[in-house]
């Protein structure tokens, strides 16, 4: 969604734009997964919204730890994003009136999400891929299609074009152009289960980040609390059941050990189980937020209810979504022309009619806060390559707020890239880039002998295999919870995996093909190198802030503890070659207008 409002944005203005992605269409963008809405403060409810509030809201939703400036720019332009979107036909949902609804999400008390049913990123992404189009029509925009992107050229220490491999025939070709926008989504597939497309990678940021541009905030990761619970080790991926469910939905789990017992054995069933004896433990912890407190808060409370025994369906991984109150008070009907489409999909992948009996949900890896080191001009360190919506880590500090990633991905590339990118230019002037300078040959070279060595891995074990089990240790040791004991034990068995992969994993075919296996090793290898880092982004961080929680800094009630004195920073890793440890760069967070306080959602 980032890349394809920003390509035809910049088109617009009269720039040429090749524009690439590996999927077969830039609509198979994972951006079309997104469910329920996008913000913008423009308090359409009356009911106390505005610019200060999204921002301070974003700014309190991340644990204090994103930039002022990027949010408040952030909160600013998401009023745009609406008419934009409008103009360019978005179905958004209207009340009776005509006029554009709206519904809450976590961690707000207004209603500012904008939604189209349960299906808001598909259309937003229709709306720029229709812009894209107009634009690839007009031959402002070039667009390559099933090619990936292996390395950025650097020449002078500035970025000056890309390798990429196309997908369909191997062929490796360099790309020249004037500057680099990388809009390549989330690294959530480290973890080898999220709700991520199973596509989604690193590969493209890591090679940039590998060329010298900073990494930060890695083991900034999001576990989203409603996700269709994991099954067993035959899954490739997960299923998100959109927050905007927590609108109506209420979650809870058995007050007692025995009646989670008797649930998992299927002696009784969820609607069987009396009112007093059960914990809407949401609602009774947080009375002001109820079930619509953040991200991060809600997931740890689900785990925390079945780490006391008390989860239900079968692997006893999970708690309920209960809509029986909704139903009973607006209707089924109601209810499904909000949800329907949510309430069937789930139905497909479960076989459980929600509409009868509650939702089974458990948190599952969605989305990374961290990325790309960007600064306000969403330039990274080096000059001419910037970073777009999900693959930057500017404005979500160390939790997202739901709704708030399609209007990243969308300000990113209508409303800041084009003024921005301008700035740049200006300094090198239009001179042509030289295709001849030595790097591209050398850069192409590179990527060729990375690919032949990976066909040359002729071992016993799939790269599926080596990702499953790198998952395995990100969630066990780097996911919801994190120690230093844990985290220590996940660095020696990540880099053990890392070099079993080099020695004995399998790549099967050649080049000149349509090679999944190559694809995905070349992906897994990124992931291997980023799981490492992880690790070391969570040991340094000795506190507990959003969805990084050390278990060793946590409040009386449970709750994240932060350490402002010494941790107010940006983490941005820089990279200094293979089997090296990456070194440390600081960028203090200064507060002017938000007041550091201890986050509270009761």
């Not at 734009?17 to 951006?31: G, I």
């Not at 500012?112 to 894209?132: D, E, I, K, P, V």
């Not at 989305?367 to 970073?387: E, F, H, I, K, Q």
Request: hydrophobic fraction near 35%; aromatic fraction near 10%.
């Amino acid at each position: 969604m980032a890349g394809a409002s920003a390509a035809a944005s910049l088109a617009e203005l009269g720039y040429n734009v090749k524009a690439f992605c590996f999927q077969d269409s830039p609509r198979r963008a994972h951006s079309i997964a997104a469910q329920g809405g996008i913000n913008a403060a423009k308090n359409y409810q009356n009911d106390g919204d505005s610019v200060y509030r999204l921002f301070y809201d974003t700014i309190k939703g991340g644990d204090y730890r994103a930039r002022e400036g990027n949010v408040y720019r952030l909160a600013e332009v998401s009023v745009n994003i609406i008419d934009q979107c409008v103009a360019q036909g978005v179905p958004f949902a209207r009340e009776y009136g005509g006029l554009l609804d709206n519904r809450s999400f976590g961690g707000s008390q207004v209603s500012r999400t904008f939604y189209a049913r349960g299906q808001t990123g598909q259309q937003l992404l229709l709306g720029a891929y229709s812009a894209l189009n107009r634009q690839i029509h007009k031959g402002k925009v070039k667009m390559y299609t099933r090619t990936e992107m292996l390395d950025v050229v650097i020449v002078d220490g500035q970025a000056k074009g890309i390798i990429t491999r196309n997908l369909t025939t191997g062929e490796i070709d360099t790309h020249t152009g004037h500057a680099v926008l990388l809009c390549t989504g989330g690294y959530g597939n480290v973890f080898y289960l999220s709700t991520n497309a199973i596509g989604s990678n690193v590969t493209a940021a890591w090679r940039a980040h590998k060329r010298g541009a900073f990494f930060a905030n890695p083991c900034y990761t999001q576990i989203h609390p409603t996700c269709i619970p994991v099954t067993g080790d035959h899954q490739s991926k997960l299923t998100l059941m959109s927050e905007s469910l927590r609108n109506d939905g209420r979650v809870w789990a058995p007050k007692t050990v025995e009646v989670a017992e008797r649930l998992r054995k299927k002696e009784i069933t969820a609607d069987q189980v009396k009112e007093d004896e059960r914990d809407y433990f949401l609602e009774r912890k947080y009375p002001s937020f109820g079930n619509l407190v953040p991200r991060d808060v809600a997931s740890r409370n689900a785990k925390e209810m079945v780490d006391e025994g008390r989860g239900v369906g079968g692997s006893g991984f999970a708690v309920f979504l209960d809509f029986a109150d909704a139903i009973k008070r607006l209707g089924q009907e109601a209810v499904a022309a909000k949800y329907g489409n949510l309430f069937d999909m789930y139905y497909q992948i479960t076989d459980e009619d929600p509409y009868k009996q509650p939702m089974r949900i458990y948190p599952a890896v969605h989305y990374t806060m961290g990325g790309l080191w960007v600064d306000y001009n969403l330039s990274t360190n080096m000059p001419g390559l910037y970073a777009l919506g999900e693959c930057n880590f500017s404005d979500h500090g160390a939790n997202r707020l739901g709704a708030s990633a399609l209007m990243q991905g969308l300000a990113d590339g209508y409303f800041v890239i084009p003024y921005t990118l301008g700035d740049y230019l200006a300094t090198i002037g239009p001179k042509p880039v030289d295709a001849s300078n030595p790097a591209f040959a050398k850069t192409k070279q590179e990527v060729a002998e990375r690919i032949n060595k990976l066909l040359a891995l002729k071992g016993t074990k799939t790269v599926n295999e080596y990702h499953r089990d790198l998952g395995h240790i990100m969630w066990e040791y780097c996911g919801m919870a994190r120690t230093e004991e844990g985290l220590t034990k996940a660095k020696g068995l990540i880099s053990a995996l890392r070099a079993g992969f080099w020695k004995n994993a399998l790549v099967v075919g050649t080049n000149e093909d349509v090679n999944s296996s190559l694809e995905r090793a070349g992906r897994v290898a990124d992931f291997l190198e980023l799981g490492e880092l992880m690790v070391d982004d969570a040991l340094m961080r000795r506190e507990s802030c959003g969805g990084h929680f050390r278990l060793e800094s946590q409040t009386e009630e449970g709750e994240a503890l932060r350490d402002d004195d010494h941790f107010a920073f940006v983490g941005a890793w820089e990279y200094k070659g293979d089997n090296q440890p990456e070194v440390l760069n600081k960028e203090d967070l200064n507060f002017e207008f938000v007041h550091l306080t201890q986050r509270s959602y009761k």
